[in-house]
Structures are given as C-alpha cells and as structure tokens.
C-alpha cells in the first residue's frame, strides 16, 4: 500500500517557468511533510518542510501549498533552472515514535536551459 | 568534505554471501539511520539508533543486523543475501530523533547480488 504518492513520475519544464511537483497521502495521522531533493550519486537533502497546521511555507524559489482536508500538498519551484534538474521526494510523518518518515517513489524533473 | 562517509561506495555479492556496509559521521550527531533504495520501491527506513541503541526496526528479516562500535558508526552487516537485496543503502543521521530535527543523507552503497 502506497501511503505517499507522488505525481508526475517525471515533469519537463524550461528555465524561468514554475515547476509543480504534487503529493498525496493516506493516513491522517501525518502531520509532517519535509520534501528531499536528490542528484544522481548522491543522498537525498532536506530542502523544505511544513507541518499541517500551515497551509503554505516559502523559502526563496521553493513553495509548498498545503490541503489538510484534501490530503494534498503541491511544491512549487518558481523561476525553475538547469541546476534545480533532480528527483524529489515528498515524505511524511506521523507525531510521536521515532523519526520514520514515509517516502513517496520520487518525482525526476528536468529544467531544459 | 562529505560528513557521513559510507563505504564502499559500489559493492558486487554473490548470492548466499555476507557483506559489511560500513557507515561513518563527523556531523557530531546522536541519532543515525539506514535507509534502503531500490528501482522498485520508494526510500525505505529500515532502522534508527539514538546514543548507540538501537530506536526502531523496521526491516522484518533478520538477515539485516546493525552494529554500532562507536556513537559516530553504524554498520549494516548482511546476511545470506539474496538478489532482491541489490538496492542502494543509505546512511543517515540527525542531531537528535527528534521529527522535526534535519536529517542527513550519506552518498550510499549501491549493492548488486548475482
């Protein structure tokens, strides 16, 4: 059972245009969303997080958007660029226990100059 | 200089053998993890270990131990392996298991087992 799910597989955009990267999830418990972005050979590195109380959290380029009652959040990246080309992986967590966060199969984007 | 060192960084088995994965961090951290990574699923966690004991266990087969020598290590140590082992495993760690607290990715070791 896919509890993360990430769409599209893989998106396409130019230099200058705002990706969207989307992300659903089942269990309501989920509370915590951090959002990973991943080169080739490397380890993924944490590149924003909301928590459900927010509907919205920015961070330069970076913007998540929150639906707590539809179970959805969305990532923009504003004014994309070659260097942003990466897999990204939404992820969340429930409150309490250990940090075991679950992760979606990963969004490839690609930012053609 | 990367801050959590996994090695070997690429690693052939035969099936039926037992390989080492070894994991080291210079980040100061009380927590660390390891994930699994594979072209069929999505990144796994497998276990967390805060102050060198072990926190959650997530991986169902035994075959898979973890070995903490030191606060900064944690090794994976794989047992009769099989061909659905090949993934890359991630090391991982946290200033503490807190949910919020950043966590850290290493580069990983990509197994293949023939």
């Known amino acids: 059972q896919q509890q993360v799910r990430q769409s599209p597989q893989s998106l396409t955009v130019w230099e200058g245009e705002t990706a969207i990267l989307n992300c659903s999830y089942e269990n309501s418990a989920f509370d915590y969303f951090p959002w990973y972005q991943q080169f080739p050979g490397e380890g993924p590195a944490l590149l924003i997080s909301?928590?459900?109380?927010?509907d919205k959290k920015e961070d330069g380029r970076f913007t998540i958007f929150f639906n707590k009652r539809e179970k959805k959040l969305s990532l923009h990246i504003a004014d994309s660029q070659p260097g942003d080309s990466a897999t990204y992986f939404c992820a969340a967590s429930a409150p309490g226990g250990n940090y075991k966060p679950t992760f979606g199969k990963g969004t490839s984007l690609v930012v053609h100059p | 200089d990367p801050k959590i060192i996994q090695k070997p960084k690429y690693l052939v088995a035969v099936t039926g053998s037992e390989k080492i994965l070894i994991c080291e961090q210079y980040l100061g951290h009380n927590a660390m993890y390891w994930y699994r990574q594979s072209a069929k699923k999505p990144l796994e966690f497998m276990f967390s270990?805060?102050?060198?004991?072990?926190?959650d266990n997530q991986t169902a087969s035994s075959r898979f131990q973890p070995q903490s020598s030191k606060k900064n290590h944690l090794d994976l140590q794989i047992t009769a392996l099989k061909p659905d082992d090949s993934a890359t495993y991630f090391c991982a760690s946290s200033q503490d298991e807190g949910r919020g607290t950043e966590v850290f990715f290493g580069k990983g070791t990509r197994l293949t087992v023939v």
């Open positions: 270990y805060s102050y060198q004991k072990l926190m």
């Open positions: 909301i928590l459900s109380v927010s």
